[in-house]
């Protein structure tokens, strides 16, 4: 569910018509919706009501300070993965107790960043980063709270690129190997083991995976504790996914998923932490762009828009879907158009859709991606020398550049001509 409806034949982010968005700033942009974050972040809030819980949005799905402080404000923590994560998220007001840190390659320097400002935990993912940690935490004169990250070898039933809890995949130790690891952790100076970190992948469909997951992280966590180690916080990851595709069969929702986790869990007495991202942020974001020309091609009409590729990443990466609607409503009886859907980067991958049969759209019109808050603008590039696109944020019938369009000449002079030359 979102914000962003038809009303009086146009499109709205909430309160605000998205064509008054676009002569304020342009095309093409992002724009979220206060309303969908929030209430997307509270629905995993009230799944796990009856536990002690941390709902720590995954801030790598989109991870403008607008958007962590509004969370932050309504108590989410934060998942980070790197230095530049971790100060975006304190930048935002985030205090550092409420922020975990993840990732397979942290480096010495990040971890000192997160120990010298606070961090909640360390979800550690192998033992040479375990033997990093333990170093710059005693010579800080600290004691770094972590979990090991396992890896479970499930099979999250998702796109291949973002599956990571099968054991071919870099994340976490093997699971058959965690009695060992956590008793290494035990005898390193500077670590205090809190618990057990478990992420299997992004855009979940089905709970199934999940559970076969947590229920070998029940199992593990009554084995550590009996080898001594207080296993007192589970952090459980992300990855319950989001229709993209509105007639599809909707994945679970969060309080399906907290009634599972409840019950495959909820014996162990367990602070639970889980870690959101898409879910918080995918369907709270449009991308709005405008088509720039209609060309007939053969056999094929292109649509061709001023987003593209580099804006958008997801459909070139993971032959994503995503909806693509005209901003103004268009007649119910009207016939629909078949369009290959494509920007101006010249890359055949720059392909938004193929053959797909929408509302006929001409020159000068908008359209919007939806489903495209979480991955979207955090993964944009400046290819082709196309600067990076605004996000907006709306509240109501307030909307406020978060992020405003560089010039040109703020991306042509970051480049620097040496001396010699
Ligand atoms: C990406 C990631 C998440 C968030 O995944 P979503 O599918 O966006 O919910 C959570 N935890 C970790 C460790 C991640 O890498």
């Not at 700033?25 to 009230?46: I, K, M, N, Q």
């Not at 404000?73 to 985030?94: I, N, T």
């Not at 008793?183 to 855009?203: C, F, K, M, N, T």
């Not at 459980?236 to 599972?260: K, Q, S, T």
Request: proline share 6%.
């Amino acid at each position: 569910m979102d914000h962003f409806l038809y009303r009086d034949g146009a499109l709205f982010a909430e309160d605000v018509p998205v064509a008054e968005i676009a002569k304020a700033v342009g095309t093409p942009f992002y724009v979220y919706s206060t309303a969908t974050l929030l209430r997307h972040y509270r629905l995993f809030d009230e799944a796990l009501e009856g536990v002690d819980h941390t709902v720590c949005y995954a801030m790598k799905a989109a991870s403008n300070q607008a958007i962590l402080r509004t969370l932050a404000q309504a108590g989410a923590g934060m998942d980070v993965v790197s230095g530049g994560e971790y100060l975006r998220a304190k930048a935002a007001g985030v205090p550092g107790d409420r922020i975990v840190f993840s990732g397979v390659g942290k480096t010495a320097d990040e971890i000192r960043l997160a120990l010298e400002g606070g961090v909640r935990q360390f979800n550690v993912e192998s033992e040479p980063e375990m033997e990093v940690l333990s170093a710059v935490a005693t010579e800080l004169g600290q004691t770094a709270p972590i979990t090991v990250r396992i890896n479970p070898d499930v099979d999250a039933r998702t796109h291949a690129k973002i599956a990571t809890g099968k054991s071919e995949n870099k994340f976490g130790i093997p699971i058959s190997r965690a009695r060992e690891v956590y008793a290494h952790a035990a005898r390193l100076p500077g670590l205090e083991v809190v618990g057990i970190d478990v992420h299997i992948g992004s855009q979940l469909t089905e709970l199934e995976p999940f559970e076969q997951a947590y229920t070998k992280v029940a199992e593990l966590t009554e084995i550590l504790r009996g080898d001594g180690h207080d296993i007192r916080r589970l952090d459980l990851g992300g990855g319950l996914g989001i229709p993209y595709v509105r007639d599809n069969l909707a994945p679970p929702l969060p309080l399906d998923y907290g009634a599972m986790v409840k019950r495959v869990l909820g014996h162990l007495g367990c602070e639970i932490e889980i870690e959101p991202g898409r879910l918080i942020a995918g369907n709270a974001g449009l991308l709005v762009s405008e088509v720039i020309y209609v060309k007939s091609g053969e056999g094929r009409d292109f649509l061709i828009l001023d987003a593209a590729m580099n804006d958008l990443i997801r459909p070139a990466m993971y032959e994503a879907w995503h909806d693509i609607v005209p901003v103004t409503e268009p007649d119910p009886g009207e016939v629909r158009a078949v369009y290959d859907i494509v920007g101006p980067v010249c890359e055949t991958g720059d392909t938004f859709a193929r053959a797909r049969a929408m509302p006929p759209v001409a020159a000068g019109d908008l359209v919007a991606f939806r489903s495209a808050g979480a991955y979207g603008a955090v993964m944009s590039s400046e290819y082709n020398s196309r600067p990076l696109i605004p996000e907006v944020l709306v509240k109501g019938d307030q909307f406020a550049v978060i992020r405003r369009r560089p010039t040109f000449d703020e991306m042509i002079n970051r480049d620097t001509i040496p001396e010699w030359l």
